[in-house]
């Protein structure tokens, strides 16, 4: 892709459906104030309806993360290395072995990786020679869709959410430190919307392929905090892809739908 085409808008593609929480979700927020016999971790929840959500953050936060560890793709500073900066983790091994150690492992930087690409590079760590790395993948808030079931729900102990007590035990002494952690129920469902904006010469099924892999890695793995102990398991169902153009818009039109063929791992049974 030559400079002058690489940022041509060409189409912008909406992905969405519905996340479910099949085991109890914490995703942490903060509170000024802890009320007596409140939960020592609370959950993230929505200022005005105070319902639980997913942060955007947080999911595209996680899903960049497993994607870039299952390609090996990040930026890896080391403290003595003529390089100083490895980007695949597959190089790392004759620097260490020359004596290298590891400072710090952030996003992936290289243009030409997949990661870079689909989620892109902040402006203070864009490569000083080369391609402008734009960001293509937007992720937006998932709000509550079901917040009627939980309010009816008989075993709720907070506002749509469950409290779950976990003791840690002091291995010298035996003695029980039991703390009480907020989670969204194993059946709370949210309303997932990601925007993927494409340029140049990008390819749709490319970049769509991408999306699905990072979604089915995060299905795999968890969600949320706490995740080794059973927490945020969740499974995504694709309801809809959409595309618009630069026409869409100069026209006032409406999404056009794809045909896509989304992996049946994402179609919830």
Same mark, same amino acid.
């Given at each position: ?116 690409? !689909? ?76 925007? !993927? ?10 970049? !769509? ?61």
């Amino acid at each position: 892709m030559s400079d002058a085409t690489q940022f041509e808008f060409k189409t912008r593609l909406f992905v969405s459906g519905t996340i479910t929480a099949l085991t109890g979700l914490h995703i942490g927020g903060n509170s000024t104030e802890m009320a007596i016999g409140g939960a020592d971790q609370i959950v993230v929840r929505d200022p005005l309806t105070n319902h639980p959500y997913i942060p955007g953050s947080s999911l595209r936060g996680k899903m960049r993360s497993l994607f870039e560890r299952m390609r090996g793709e990040m930026t890896v500073k080391l403290d003595k290395s003529e390089k100083g900066l490895v980007t695949r983790l597959e190089d790392l091994g004759p620097h260490l072995a020359s004596g290298a150690k590891l400072k710090s492992a952030g996003p992936a930087s290289d243009s030409g990786q997949a990661s870079a690409k !689909l989620f892109g590079v902040p402006i203070d760590r864009q490569p000083k020679e080369g391609a402008f790395i734009p960001q293509r993948l937007v992720v937006r808030d998932a709000m509550l869709l079901n917040a009627e079931l939980l309010e009816e729900a008989r075993n709720t102990d907070m506002p749509l959410t469950e409290v779950k007590t976990e003791v840690a035990i002091d291995r010298i002494t035996s003695q029980a430190n039991p703390r009480q952690i907020e989670r969204v129920p194993a059946g709370a469902a949210f309303g997932f919307s990601f925007v !993927l904006n494409l340029y140049g010469d990008d390819s749709e099924q490319e970049y !769509l392929g991408w999306l699905f892999e990072c979604m089915q890695l995060l299905q795999d793995d968890y969600l949320g905090g706490h995740g080794s102990r059973g927490y945020g398991r969740v499974q995504f169902d694709v309801a809809s892809v959409t595309a618009k153009t630069a026409r869409h818009y100069r026209e006032n039109l409406e999404p056009e739908a794809l045909e896509v063929q989304v992996p049946e791992a994402l179609r919830r049974p």
